[in-house]
């Protein structure tokens, strides 16, 4: 079964234009980038896109790629204090010269519709999550649309990440998962991720996960976006060899990607729902 985040994505996005109309309510979306990097820049154009499909505001800020981190924070300062904003998305990697934890820290975490912010992760963490990071809270929405319960389950993440592998272990812990969490010291890699009955390969590394790695009848997430020594765009699972054993399967493109910007426009439309009406829990 190919699990189609394309398609789960486009229903997801529908449905919260309809939501955002009902209530009458505009939330916008501002987003932060530093630099000319092609994908950075293709990224924020698909963002600003998802947003007009839905009826989110946005507003793009673009900094030089030479900027400090004392730049982004007061970028960062005036769209945490402006009334009009519902969401803040500072788009990563930033330039070396800038301190990344210091300006996620200084999102406002209510307007932290990444999920990045320690406050949010804490709450994640803790079981009592209020924005998630998207990637994994995208890979969820999937999960469930295609009626993949992680309950009881043994669920396998190569990565520990704190964007993507480590949030992605608890919201499946959270879903009563048990949950193995490998990375590049893991020893004997294989014979973990062989009994996974949901593998979530975040380790960023073309094709890294083969048919050999994978049990018969998983259900594997490919998260990673790469390209190989051809240029072509690939994940970290060889699906060729990799679909014919797995019960289920993500592509590269079409699988979590779309996920990851439906699930912003969805917090995006949440913060702004606490903005305006108090908070959800």
């Not at 406002?108 to 990444?114: H, L, M, S, T």
């Not at 990071?133 to 992680?150: F, H, N, Q």
Request: aromatic letters at 4%; charged letters at 20%.
């Amino acid at each position: 079964m190919i699990l189609d985040g394309k398609k789960t994505s486009e229903k997801r996005l529908a449905l919260l234009a309809e939501k955002i109309e009902e209530t009458g309510l505009y939330p916008r979306l501002a987003t932060v980038l530093i630099g000319e990097d092609p994908a950075s820049q293709l990224y924020v154009k698909m963002k600003h896109k998802a947003c007009e499909q839905v009826g989110i505001g946005s507003i793009g800020i673009e900094l030089d790629a030479g900027v400090s981190t004392q730049d982004v924070l007061d970028a960062v300062h005036r769209l945490n204090d402006d009334p009009m904003i519902s969401g803040i998305l500072v788009q990563l990697p930033l330039p070396r010269q800038v301190d990344t934890h210091t300006v996620i820290e200084a999102v406002d975490p209510i307007k932290d519709v990444d999920g990045f912010h320690p406050t949010n992760l804490g709450r994640l963490f803790s079981g009592l999550p209020l924005f998630s990071p998207c990637t994994p809270l995208g890979v969820m929405r999937l999960l469930s649309e295609y009626k993949i319960d992680p309950a009881g389950k043994n669920a396998v993440v190569i990565g520990r990440s704190i964007e993507v592998g480590r949030p992605m272990a608890a919201l499946l812990t959270n879903a009563d998962a048990t949950v193995t969490i490998a990375h590049s010291k893991t020893v004997d890699l294989a014979s973990i991720t062989q009994k996974a009955e949901i593998l979530v390969a975040a380790v960023g590394r073309p094709r890294f996960v083969t048919s050999e790695m994978v049990g018969w009848g998983a259900t594997v997430i490919d998260i990673g976006t790469n390209y190989d020594e051809d240029g072509k765009l690939c994940g970290d699972v060889d699906f060729a060899m990799v679909e014919t054993k797995a019960g289920a399967i993500t592509p590269v493109p079409g699988g979590v990607g779309p996920m990851t910007i439906a699930t912003l426009m969805e917090n995006t439309f949440a913060a702004e729902k606490m903005r305006s009406c108090g908070p959800l829990v």
